[in-house]
């Protein structure tokens, strides 16, 4: 009882919010391009190049918010490029991905390199983090104000961004237009409205989402770049949004647990066990999860089984299933 | 009275290809105006230009008595033309009102206004008799709703004069006949309907004028009631065609294939076929009717091997082959027809020899040891194409420059000479002209009198009653029941194709 009272309480769910955000960002931009009918295999290298030019304007500008704007900026730029090789030039969804998923990480590890001489990380110089929201008020809240207050702004943004997207799938001609354009495009063309266009939007909106979740690895709690900062996590949204088809709310759910496995593997280690097993953890719920989407569907092949057994021992069928049965007789 | 819509001297070509030869076409307001022709007549290229989703190489184009350039579908709809085409292309996770409303949504601000949307789709439904739920789920509503849901939105854009291209194709006779109600409600309203088809039935119980095209041109106009349907068919084929229920000797044979309670699921997982039991005899053909996707593709597939059935089984001369390789099945004495000919019947990109190769590269005289013996295979195939009236240049043409119909021969000229004793073969005239179709049942019936057994899948009642001892009807993945060929209504099909019984006892009589 005492382990689970130190596993499980309030640190551990700020905690579990906080890890979540960065991939629910860039979860949720993927939803764009999910619902637009794009694998988009590339978020992975638009979150790094997010992170690394976050941390680069934050420094030359000596802002975290025009940090941020970089960040997006480099993004998009590679949604752009993504998007341009996927929609205008019909390239391969997944080549293209993986190549600029490898340029990311090689271009932020020279440009690191260039720029700072280093190899690894970018530690200070002066990059300047995005400072905590303080919800005044929040202190009197006891436990809900600790749960609610003190995050990054991008934590904000990210949590806010799910109930926006849903009423943007629902009620806006943009939201309704990439559904049709990703469900049934020639239903699309046929009225008039351009796919390409509708599936360059998507990707970009992708791109400014996975931009501001680097932004939030490299400004939010930590104020550093590493190189391969983003570890996998565009890699954990691509697997999410095939899961969850890009709706919302599902994508939340498939955060939260991500991002709950990820902050347990953090408190796991606190209890001393040894750090390489204990972050495996996220992946080995991620299995278990798919584990379990697919075992869902077996109780169907089990239902219809019993039921043509049921038929075999009835001596009469019922009269719709019976009837091709009894003009053997 | 005046014209809704005159083509003069359309021509359209696709390379050297010439789809429209210099077509007119008048048709008058008010009226509804039937075009058929056999397939590759240009019926639909014409009114892929009418519409504006071809640009035609010649002729002049008046709407309403005003000539107009129609540079694309907008032009079209902007001139009142509206369009239902043969695939529907509606969204399946939308409501009704949105799909109605896609790309001219009602609302401000980039939000669209949901109720405003419902309210008018409402309203459209009431106005022309096209009764729909506004906010259900197109995915999960049938086929004829579905064309309904086409129609709408052609209306919701204003359309005056509306084009239905083979709606008929994928309804019962009972919702083709509502379909009709609705045509005839558009014109007492001072519409204009043009209708493509190749069933006649339809063109002399609906249309007011026919027009008849063969081989790109126009044959003629006429007032349906001056015309039989004899008179339409030497105009579509340029000689006369029996279509009448084919004569023959009452088959006596053993049982050579048959089914017990066999069940299969289809590819998203849900079964498609439940359960269903039957016989075929030597020197019969047994029909299986049915509205598209009712289970009759799967069951075909689990026949000829190409899809686990997950229950019961089925035998060939008493051999059970239910878990047996596709190749067994052939060697069993099975010859398979596919419904969809350019996927599983013929490799596009090869000879017409290659194409009547496949499946005996390993037998002699075909092939010596692993060597393919491409003399003999050309010699053979030169002529079991003059046999099966394939019209190509020679053995060595690729199967891609074929027409549907001399395609569809090639498969069963493979097929057919395997010496099988059980045909398994689906929709075998679909797409194929009226000519090739003639042939194509002559074939069927000689392989009946030689004494094979024959089970005939196919969605064209006509076919089944002209062919079929025996027709079965598949509905939602069950035999709703069984009619004997010989006397059948479309009425009875049609009512058990929508899975209603017409008794409790129906099935047992046979």
Same mark, same amino acid.
């Not at chain 1, 990480?105 to 300047?128: C, E, P, Q, W, Y």
């Not at chain 1, 970009?204 to 190189?227: D, N």
């Given at each position: 009882m005492?382990?689970?009272?130190?596993?499980?309480?309030?640190?551990?769910?700020?905690?579990?919010?906080?890890?979540?955000?960065?991939?629910?960002?860039?979860?949720?931009?993927?939803?764009?391009t999910?619902? +637009?009918?794009?694998?988009?295999? &590339?978020?992975?290298?638009q979150? /790094?190049?997010? *992170?690394? %030019?976050a941390?680069?304007? $934050? !420094?030359?500008t000596?802002s975290a918010?025009?940090?941020?704007?970089?960040?997006?900026?480099?993004?998009?730029?590679?949604?752009?490029?993504?998007?341009?090789?996927v929609?205008?030039?019909?390239?391969?969804?997944?080549?293209?991905?993986? +190549?600029?998923n490898?340029l990311? &990480?090689?271009?932020?590890?020279? /440009?690191?390199? *260039?720029? %700072?001489?280093t190899?690894g $990380? !970018?530690?200070?110089?002066?990059?300047?983090?995005?400072?905590?929201?303080?919800?005044?008020?929040?202190?009197?809240?006891?436990?809900?104000?600790?749960?609610?207050?003190?995050?990054?702004?991008?934590?904000?943004?990210?949590?806010?961004?799910?109930?926006?997207?849903?009423?943007?799938?629902?009620?806006?001609? /943009?939201?309704?237009?990439?559904?049709?354009v990703?469900?049934?495009?020639?239903a699309?063309?046929a009225?008039?409205?351009?796919?390409?266009?509708?599936?360059?939007?998507?990707?970009l909106?992708?791109?400014?989402?996975?931009?501001?979740a680097?932004?939030h690895?490299?400004?939010?709690?930590i104020t550093?770049?590493?190189?391969?900062?983003?570890?996998?996590?565009?890699?954990?949204?691509?697997?999410?949004?095939?899961?969850?088809?890009?709706?919302?709310?599902?994508?939340?759910?498939?955060?939260?647990?991500?991002?709950f496995?990820?902050a347990?593997?953090?408190?796991?280690?606190?209890?001393?066990?040894?750090?390489?097993l204990?972050l495996t953890?996220?992946?080995?719920?991620?299995?278990?999860?798919?584990?379990?989407?697919?075992?869902?569907?077996?109780?169907?092949?089990?239902?219809?089984?019993?039921?043509s057994?049921k038929?075999?021992?009835r001596?009469?069928?019922?009269?719709d299933?019976?009837?091709?049965?009894?003009?053997?007789? | 009275?005046?014209?809704a819509?005159?083509?003069?001297?359309?021509?359209?070509?696709?390379?050297?290809?010439?789809?429209?030869d210099?077509?007119?076409?008048?048709?008058?307001?008010?009226?509804?105006?039937?075009?058929?022709g056999?397939?590759?007549?240009?019926?639909?290229?014409?009114m892929?230009?009418?519409?504006?989703?071809?640009?035609?190489?010649?002729?002049?184009?008046?709407?309403?008595?005003?000539p107009?350039?129609?540079?694309?579908?907008r032009?079209?709809?902007?001139?009142?033309?509206g369009?239902?085409?043969?695939?529907?292309?509606l969204?399946?996770?939308?409501t009704?009102?949105?799909?109605?409303f896609?790309?001219?949504?009602?609302?401000?601000?980039?939000?669209?206004?949901?109720?405003?949307?419902?309210?008018?789709?409402?309203?459209?439904?009431?106005?022309?008799?096209?009764?729909?739920?506004?906010?259900?789920?197109?995915?999960?509503?049938?086929?004829?709703?579905?064309?309904?849901?086409?129609?709408?939105k052609?209306?919701a854009r204003g359309?005056?004069?509306?084009?239905?291209?083979?709606?008929?194709?994928?309804?019962?006779?009972?919702?083709?006949?509502?379909l009709?109600?609705?045509?005839r409600?558009?014109v007492?309203?001072?519409?204009?309907?043009i209708?493509?088809?190749?069933h006649?039935?339809?063109v002399?119980?609906?249309?007011?004028?026919?027009?008849?095209?063969?081989?790109?041109?126009?044959?003629?106009?006429?007032?349906?009631?001056?015309?039989t349907?004899?008179?339409?068919?030497?105009?579509m084929?340029?000689?006369?065609?029996?279509?009448?229920r084919?004569?023959?000797?009452p088959?006596?044979?053993?049982?050579?294939?048959?089914?017990?309670?066999?069940?299969?699921?289809?590819?998203?997982?849900?079964?498609?076929?439940?359960?269903?039991?039957?016989?075929?005899?030597?020197?019969?053909?047994?029909?299986?009717?049915?509205?598209a996707?009712?289970?009759?593709?799967?069951l075909?597939?689990?026949?000829s091997?190409?899809?686990?059935?997950?229950?019961?089984?089925?035998?060939?001369?008493?051999?059970?082959?239910?878990?047996?390789?596709?190749r067994?099945i052939?060697?069993?004495?099975?010859?398979?027809?596919?419904?969809?000919?350019v996927?599983?019947?013929?490799?596009?990109?090869?000879?017409i020899?290659?194409?009547?190769?496949?499946?005996?590269?390993?037998?002699p005289?075909?092939?010596?040891?692993?060597l393919?013996?491409?003399?003999?295979?050309?010699?053979r195939s030169?002529?079991?194409?003059?046999?099966?009236?394939?019209?190509?240049?020679?053995?060595?043409a690729?199967?891609?420059?074929?027409?549907?119909?001399?395609?569809q021969?090639?498969?069963?000229?493979?097929?057919?000479?395997?010496?099988?004793?059980?045909?398994?073969?689906?929709?075998?005239?679909?797409?194929?002209?009226?000519?090739?179709t003639?042939?194509?049942?002559?074939?069927?019936?000689?392989?009946?009198?030689?004494?094979?057994?024959i089970?005939l899948?196919?969605?064209?009642?006509?076919?089944?009653?002209?062919?079929?001892?025996r027709?079965?009807?598949?509905?939602?993945g069950?035999?709703?029941g069984?009619?004997?060929?010989?006397?059948?209504?479309?009425?009875?099909?049609?009512?058990?194709?929508?899975?209603?019984?017409?008794?409790?006892?129906?099935?047992?009589v046979?």
């Amino acid at each position: 009882m005492e382990v689970l009272e130190r596993l499980i309480n309030v640190a551990m769910l700020v905690a579990t919010i906080r890890t979540t955000a960065p991939i629910l960002l860039v979860a949720l931009g993927g939803s764009f391009t999910t619902k +637009a009918g794009i694998f988009n295999i &590339g978020l992975e290298g638009q979150m /790094l190049v997010g *992170a690394f %030019f976050a941390v680069i304007g $934050s !420094i030359f500008t000596g802002s975290a918010w025009l940090g941020v704007l970089c960040g997006v900026t480099a993004a998009v730029t590679f949604a752009l490029i993504f998007v341009v090789l996927v929609v205008s030039f019909r390239a391969n969804e997944v080549v293209v991905g993986l +190549a600029l998923n490898i340029l990311a &990480g090689g271009m932020t590890i020279s /440009l690191m390199k *260039a720029i %700072f001489g280093t190899r690894g $990380s !970018i530690v200070g110089h002066g990059i300047v983090g995005l400072k905590p929201v303080h919800i005044p008020g929040a202190s009197d809240l006891g436990v809900f104000g600790q749960l609610v207050s003190g995050y990054t702004p991008l934590v904000y943004v990210a949590f806010a961004m799910v109930p926006i997207l849903i009423v943007f799938y629902q009620r806006t001609r /943009l939201g309704l237009h990439i559904r049709v354009v990703g469900e049934k495009p020639e239903a699309a063309e046929a009225q008039g409205l351009s796919i390409t266009r509708i599936r360059y939007i998507a990707s970009l909106l992708c791109g400014v989402l996975a931009g501001l979740a680097g932004a939030h690895l490299s400004l939010g709690y930590i104020t550093m770049f590493t190189e391969n900062m983003s570890s996998g996590r565009g890699f954990m949204a691509v697997a999410i949004l095939i899961f969850s088809n890009g709706d919302p709310l599902k994508v939340l759910a498939g955060c939260l647990l991500f991002g709950f496995s990820d902050a347990l593997a953090l408190r796991l280690q606190t209890f001393g066990f040894p750090s390489y097993l204990v972050l495996t953890v996220p992946y080995l719920v991620a299995l278990a999860a798919l584990f379990a989407l697919a075992y869902r569907s077996r109780p169907r092949i089990v239902r219809e089984t019993v039921d043509s057994m049921k038929r075999l021992m009835r001596i009469e069928g019922p009269p719709d299933a019976g009837a091709g049965r009894r003009n053997e007789s | 009275m005046s014209h809704a819509v005159e083509l003069r001297g359309i021509v359209k070509r696709f390379g050297t290809f010439v789809a429209n030869d210099c077509v007119d076409l008048v048709v008058k307001a008010g009226e509804i105006h039937a075009i058929v022709g056999e397939n590759g007549a240009g019926k639909t290229t014409l009114m892929n230009v009418l519409f504006g989703l071809l640009q035609p190489d010649g002729g002049e184009i008046l709407i309403d008595g005003k000539p107009i350039v129609v540079a694309n579908p907008r032009a079209a709809i902007a001139a009142g033309l509206g369009m239902v085409h043969q695939h529907f292309k509606l969204v399946p996770s939308l409501t009704v009102a949105e799909n109605v409303f896609l790309g001219m949504e009602r609302g401000r601000a980039g939000f669209v206004d949901h109720k405003a949307q419902i309210a008018e789709t409402e309203r459209l439904s009431r106005d022309f008799g096209l009764k729909v739920d506004p906010t259900e789920q197109v995915g999960l509503l049938s086929v004829g709703i579905e064309q309904r849901i086409e129609i709408l939105k052609v209306l919701a854009r204003g359309a005056r004069i509306i084009i239905l291209d083979e709606p008929t194709a994928v309804l019962t006779p009972q919702e083709s006949r509502e379909l009709f109600q609705t045509l005839r409600g558009f014109v007492a309203q001072g519409m204009t309907v043009i209708f493509i088809t190749h069933h006649l039935e339809e063109v002399m119980a609906v249309s007011d004028t026919v027009t008849v095209l063969r081989l790109g041109r126009k044959v003629d106009t006429r007032p349906t009631a001056d015309v039989t349907k004899n008179d339409l068919v030497q105009m579509m084929v340029g000689r006369s065609v029996s279509f009448d229920r084919r004569q023959r000797e009452p088959s006596t044979g053993g049982t050579v294939l048959s089914v017990k309670d066999l069940w299969c699921r289809d590819d998203r997982g849900l079964p498609a076929v439940r359960g269903v039991s039957f016989d075929v005899r030597a020197g019969e053909v047994v029909g299986i009717a049915g509205v598209a996707g009712n289970g009759q593709t799967e069951l075909a597939e689990v026949l000829s091997g190409l899809r686990p059935a997950s229950h019961g089984t089925f035998r060939i001369h008493g051999e059970d082959l239910t878990a047996a390789s596709p190749r067994r099945i052939r060697d069993t004495g099975v010859a398979h027809v596919p419904g969809d000919r350019v996927v599983r019947g013929v490799d596009r990109q090869s000879s017409i020899a290659a194409n009547i190769l496949m499946g005996r590269q390993d037998t002699p005289p075909w092939a010596r040891g692993s060597l393919i013996d491409w003399a003999v295979v050309r010699e053979r195939s030169s002529e079991m194409m003059e046999r099966f009236d394939v019209r190509a240049s020679g053995p060595d043409a690729l199967v891609k420059s074929l027409s549907g119909g001399n395609m569809q021969k090639v498969v069963l000229a493979r097929e057919f000479s395997h010496d099988a004793d059980f045909l398994l073969v689906d929709q075998p005239t679909r797409g194929v002209d009226i000519g090739a179709t003639e042939s194509i049942h002559n074939e069927i019936m000689r392989q009946r009198a030689d004494g094979r057994a024959i089970l005939l899948i196919s969605v064209q009642l006509d076919e089944l009653i002209a062919l079929a001892d025996r027709i079965l009807v598949m509905f939602n993945g069950l035999i709703m029941g069984e009619l004997p060929g010989d006397s059948v209504s479309e009425e009875a099909l049609g009512l058990l194709m929508a899975g209603v019984q017409t008794g409790p006892d129906r099935a047992a009589v046979a």
